[in-house]
């Protein structure tokens, strides 16, 4: 069964940092595109990073650059995003998501068949 879990969320003050994981059980997790969406309360799900299946490409919401860094070990099928300086509008539930996306947008939901049931970050101010 494909699946994608993520950990690592939590409830942090501003300025700390966190690290989320997502392990995933695809047998070619190495060919996916695998990206980090999020989706505050009352707001839509929005993109946060995504990594290449090659690791040799990162796409950043232009909010998140330089504050959080996206990153994958395809020798334990996971991906990571290491998250700094964080804010209380960074609250949200962070997903993690998986797609072959070719020339498809790595920041439209749409493209992406496989969703993790996400991880709650609570930053307080």
């Known amino acids: 069964q494909v699946q994608l879990v993520e950990s690592g969320g939590g409830l942090v003050q501003a300025g700390d940092s966190l690290r989320l994981s997502c392990a995933a059980s695809?047998?070619?997790?190495?060919?996916?595109?695998m990206s980090w969406f999020r989706q505050a309360p009352g707001k839509e799900r929005e993109f946060v990073a995504a990594?290449?299946?090659?690791?040799?490409?990162?796409y950043y919401a232009d909010s998140m650059k330089g504050r959080f860094t996206i990153s994958r070990d395809n020798t334990k099928n996971a991906v990571y995003l290491q998250m700094n300086s964080l804010k209380p509008e960074d609250t949200a539930v962070y997903y993690c998501?998986?797609?072959?996306?070719?020339?498809?947008?790595?920041?439209?939901?749409?493209?992406?068949?496989?969703w993790g049931q996400g991880t709650q970050v609570t930053v307080s101010s």
């Open positions: 695809l047998r070619t997790f190495s060919s996916y595109t």
């Open positions: 990594i290449s299946w090659r690791r040799d490409i990162t």
């Open positions: 998501a998986a797609s072959v996306l070719g020339d498809k947008d790595p920041s439209s939901m749409g493209n992406y068949e496989i």
